[in-house]
């Protein structure tokens, strides 16, 4: 039985209890069970116990006041490297108490840009900046719950000779707090994989074409462990065990780091201090690769973000030449 299933399963075993478990959410979530503490720590595949006990506190939080039912709940690290011993890197969290299952999945973060008056770009190993601003492609840390989720048709793609149709379904999030604009920011997760268009192909009996017939047609890329547009990203093959999970039954998502801890880490990292001696929590191999995180609060980049889309001169919709 796959994974995916038995998570299916468990589910439905498990919603009919919500009540139960709503009504023992407080003593439960103030104790992190055994088989779970073996899973704590910050080596590859472990999750930091700062990132487990808010995703908990989190969880159990909506789990008491009816937000959610679903057994599972996830979690993100986003201070960690992109790969590790050249695999991607493990930083996103699938954790169902209920059946004591813990997965940890590689998952991408923003990869934001350089505009001459402010560079907020992050490098393909680490991430150094975050933002909730509206156009900045960066991660945002802080609650989330997951919400709809929508399939939108990309284009065609060539697989075995064969040409296909190729779908990508977005799960949205919502925030709150530092987080409340997801939905204007179109934050949610979805695979890594992207479709590069190339031309236009003549296919006037696809539902997708356009008046003349013609459909997009490209080269799928995966980007799995890599950067996204700010979204959070995962591996095709979780994708599906995650967006299997919560559909229909959303669940908690907590994303490390937020604003204060961003902003506690440079202070420190400033002063000399180590991070880990005052208290704090940086993946010490990106923190040594980034020097010193920085956090672009929304007030202070979006500005910046605006008066740059108004210089941009106005150009015609780009138009793909067609197929061969």
């Known amino acids: 039985m796959s994974h995916s299933r038995r998570l299916a399963i468990a589910a439905m075993i498990l919603i009919p209890m919500a009540g139960s478990l709503s009504t023992q959410a407080s003593a439960q979530s103030s104790e992190i069970p055994n088989w779970l503490r073996k899973h704590m720590g910050t080596g590859e595949g472990q999750i930091a116990p700062v990132v487990l006990t808010r995703a908990r506190a989190l969880y159990y939080e909506k789990l008491r006041q009816g937000e959610v039912s679903n057994p599972c709940y996830l979690a993100k690290d986003a201070t960690r490297p992109s790969t ?6 493990r930083r996103f969290y699938v954790i169902c108490e209920g059946n004591r299952t813990f997965r940890s999945v590689s998952s991408g973060y923003g990869n934001g840009r350089k505009l001459q008056k402010a560079n907020f770009s992050n490098g393909r190993q680490c991430a ?41 379904t977005f ?29 236009r192909l003549k296919n006037p009996r696809s539902p997708h074409a356009d008046k003349d017939g013609y459909v997009p047609y490209g080269r799928l890329v995966n980007y799995t462990g890599g950067r996204s547009n700010g979204c959070t990203t995962w591996s095709p093959a979780e994708s599906r065990d995650i967006l299997e999970l919560t559909e229909g039954n959303p669940t908690t998502l907590y994303i490390y780091p937020e604003g204060k801890d961003i902003n506690a880490v440079a202070k420190a990292v400033q002063r000399g201090r180590s991070v ?42 780009l138009e793909l030449p067609i197929c061969n």
Not at 288 to 309: A, D, Y
């Open 171 to 199: 799960l949205l999030f919502d925030g709150e707090g530092e987080t409340s604009n997801a939905r204007e920011r179109a934050i949610g997760g979805h695979p890594a994989v992207f479709l590069k268009w190339q031309c």
């Open 84 to 89: 590790v011993n050249g695999r991607p890197g």
């Open 276 to 317: 880990s001696g005052a208290g704090l929590y940086w993946n010490a191999a990106c923190l040594k690769t980034i020097g010193m995180p920085k956090f672009w609060p929304k007030r202070t980049l979006q500005p910046v973000i605006n008066q740059w889309r108004q210089s941009l001169p106005k150009r015609p919709p």
């Open 128 to 168: 150094r900046n975050f933002s909730n601003a509206e156009g900045s492609k960066l991660t945002m840390g802080g609650n989330y719950v997951t919400a709809e989720s929508r399939t939108s048709f990309k284009g065609y793609y060539s697989q075995s000779g064969q040409r296909k149709p190729f779908y990508r």
